[in-house]
C-alpha cells in the first residue's frame, strides 16, 4: 500500500466524519476521541464554526453513503463485539484500525478482554504521535501489532504478541478490505479460519462493485474512486454480496450476517438523508464465524 507523506490520508477522513457525526441530533456512533486523532488539518476546521458547518454538510448530504458506512460499520462491529464478549470472547483484533480509538472509549471493555491493533506501520506511527501530543496512554490490556497485511498474514503478526491463538476472538476489518488486493483479502481471510480458533469471528466491511450498486450510488462510487486514488490509496477491490459471502465460505467461515450497509441504516432508523439509503448504499457489511467442532 502506498502511503506517501501527506497531511490527509483515508484514515484521518474517517475519523474526522466520526468527529462531526459524533456532534449530530442522534448520533449513531459516538467518538470523542476523534476531533484529536484526524490530523491537523480537519483538527483546525473543526474548531472553526464556519468550517466545522461546512464540513457537517459534507459529512451529511454529498458524501451521506460514505459517512453513513464510516459510523454504521463501526457501531455495527462494536455491537457484534459486545455479544461476541457476553458469549465468553475475550480477544479483540482490529485489523487496519487507523485513527478508532477503542484503546481510549472503552475502559470498561478493556477490563473484560485484551484488544489488538494490527495496521501499516506508516498509520501506526501516526496514531501514535497523535496520541502521545494529546497525551492518551495506550492501556496496557491494548497491544499495537505493526505490519502490512499485503506482505505478512495478520495471524503472523499476531503469533509473537499476547495474542492467545487457542482461543477464541473477535475480529473486525473496517475500511481496510478494499485497499487490500482481492489476494491479500484472501490470504487474510484463510489464515485467520486456519490458526484461529472455531467459534471466532470477523466482520468486514467492503465497497460494493459497481453492478450492484443503484444509479445513484455507480456515480458516487466512480468519485470516490477517484478521490482515493488522487490521494495515493487506491481502492483496489470491490464485491457483490454473494461473491463475499463465497469467498468467505472458501476461505474457512461460515455466514452469520452479510448485507448492505444501507439495510443497517433502515434498521436502525437513522436517515442521514432524503435519499432512500437503498438506492445510495455502495458498501456492504457481513459477520463471518470460523467453523468447526465448538463452533
Ligand atoms: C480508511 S482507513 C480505515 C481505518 C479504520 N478501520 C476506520 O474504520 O476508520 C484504512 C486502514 O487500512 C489500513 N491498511 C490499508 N492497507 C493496508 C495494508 N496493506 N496493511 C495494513 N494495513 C493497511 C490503513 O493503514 C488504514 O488504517
Redesign the pocket.
Given at each position: 500500500?502506498s502511503?506517501p507523506g501527506r497531511n490527509i490520508s483515508?484514515?484521518d477522513l474517517?475519523?474526522a466524519f466520526r468527529a462531526v457525526h459524533t456532534s449530530a441530533e442522534k448520533p449513531v456512533f459516538v467518538d470523542p476521541f476523534a476531533r484529536v486523532l484526524c490530523g491537523w488539518p480537519f483538527r483546525l476546521a473543526l474548531a472553526c464554526p464556519p468550517l466545522e458547518h461546512a464540513l457537517n454538510r459534507l459529512a451529511h448530504e454529498a458524501l451521506a453513503p460514505i459517512t453513513m458506512s464510516?459510523v454504521l460499520?463501526?457501531r455495527y462491529a462494536e455491537t457484534a463485539l459486545e455479544r461476541a464478549v457476553a458469549s465468553g470472547v475475550g480477544q479483540y483484533v482490529?485489523i487496519?484500525?487507523?485513527?478508532?480509538s477503542f484503546a481510549f472509549r472503552r475502559p470498561e471493555m478493556l477490563q473484560r478482554i485484551e484488544a489488538f491493533e494490527v495496521?501499516?506501520p506508516?498509520?501506526q506511527r501516526k496514531k501514535l504521535l497523535r496520541s502521545r501530543k494529546a497525551r492518551l496512554t495506550i492501556p496496557q490490556q491494548h497491544h499495537l501489532i505493526a505490519?502490512?497485511?499485503?506482505r505478512t498474514p495478520v495471524t503472523e503478526a499476531l503469533a509473537g504478541s499476547p495474542f492467545a491463538m487457542s482461543r477464541r476472538a473477535f475480529l473486525s476489518l473496517?475500511?481496510?478490505a478494499h485497499?487490500?488486493p482481492r489476494e491479500?483479502l484472501v490470504a487474510t481471510a484463510r489464515s485467520i479460519a486456519r490458526d484461529l480458533a472455531p467459534g471466532t469471528r470477523l466482520v468486514v466491511e467492503y465497497l460494493l462493485d459497481e453492478a450492484s450498486c443503484g444509479q445513484g450510488g455507480i456515480a458516487l462510487r466512480a468519485k470516490m474512486l477517484e478521490f482515493v486514488q488522487s490521494r495515493g490509496e487506491p481502492m483496489r477491490a470491490s464485491y457483490a454480496i454473494d461473491e463475499m459471502s463465497a469467498l468467505m465460505v472458501s476461505a474457512g467461515f461460515e455466514v452469520m450476517e452479510n448485507l448492505r450497509t444501507g439495510q443497517l441504516e433502515s434498521a436502525w432508523r437513522v436517515p442521514f438523508s432524503s435519499t432512500p439509503p437503498e438506492t445510495l448504499s455502495i458498501f456492504a457489511v457481513g459477520q463471518f464465524r470460523v467453523g468447526g467442532p465448538s463452533a
Open positions: 500500500m502511503l483515508t484514515a474517517a475519523a464510516i460499520r463501526a482490529i487496519g484500525a487507523g485513527m478508532d495496521d501499516h506508516v498509520t505490519a502490512d497485511l499485503t473496517l475500511g481496510v485497499y487490500l491479500a
